[in-house]
């Protein structure tokens, strides 16, 4: 038997996938349940992962695959690995037709690099990315190369290319570019607390980063990410 918060947990890990084909974030799972920390998101995952209801996907952070879902509502096939693979497979199949390979796309804006750990240097624009029309919203776009791994539990990965939307005010928990002193650019969850700027990373061993908002501007709010494979 699941307890009440492990199977709201499962059923909420198991839509996310089913529409989007990512898991959701700790940060998203935390706020899901009502949960005062990730901690409670963490044992109530190792419980399920005991219960063979979810398993950890190898080296991929916070990549999370249900094996199996209680009662009624279990797949078809039971909680073999066929009907795991039959998930996935259909996820990916979802995924992919989300976008056509001739959807029209747009260029943006790459410039360039930035810390999704320690803030770096500001880049300069200096090429075009074609991004499909669909993973942009209104307003006006650029795309950063993401370098680090201090946003993995929002499944924002080293490599991944970020789409940004300009603007220059954030609400709190907005994922941001932050440029601090006018040189060293950041992606962080952004947050007031106490008179200063907060900006959070989505990975356990970083801490947050405080800093005083005459130092922050916003450069943009996090739009999309691309991935290659």
């Not at 005062?36 to 695959?65: D, T």
């Not at 993973?135 to 950063?144: D, K, T």
């Not at 947050?208 to 916003?218: A, D, M, N």
């Amino acid at each position: 038997m699941l307890t009440a918060k492990q199977h709201e947990l499962l059923l909420f890990i198991h839509r996310r996938l089913d529409e989007t084909g990512v898991s959701p974030s700790f940060e998203e799972m935390k706020a899901a349940l009502d949960l005062k920390s990730k901690s409670g998101v963490h044992r109530l995952i190792g419980a399920l992962e005991e219960r063979q209801f979810l398993r950890r996907l190898p080296n991929r952070a916070r990549a999370l695959e249900v094996m199996r879902l209680p009662g009624a509502a279990q797949p078809s096939g039971g909680a073999g690995g066929g009907a795991v693979a039959d998930l996935a497979a259909a996820r990916a199949r979802k995924v992919q037709s989300a976008l056509p390979a001739d959807a029209p796309a747009t260029a943006v804006p790459l410039v360039g690099r930035i810390a999704a750990g320690l803030p770096i240097e500001a880049i300069e624009d200096h090429e075009q990315l074609a991004v499909p029309q669909a993973l942009l919203g209104p307003g006006e776009h650029y795309a950063l190369q993401v370098s680090g791994d201090s946003m993995i539990e929002a499944g924002i990965f080293d490599g991944d290319f970020a789409l940004i939307r300009k603007c220059e005010e954030a609400r709190e928990g907005d994922i941001v570019v932050a440029l601090i002193d006018n040189s060293d650019a950041t992606l962080k969850y952004f947050h007031r607390e106490k008179g200063m700027v907060r900006l959070d990373p989505a990975n356990s061993l970083y801490e947050p980063q405080r800093y005083l908002p005459s130092r922050v501007k916003i450069q943009g709010k996090l739009a999309g990410l691309l991935r290659r494979y």
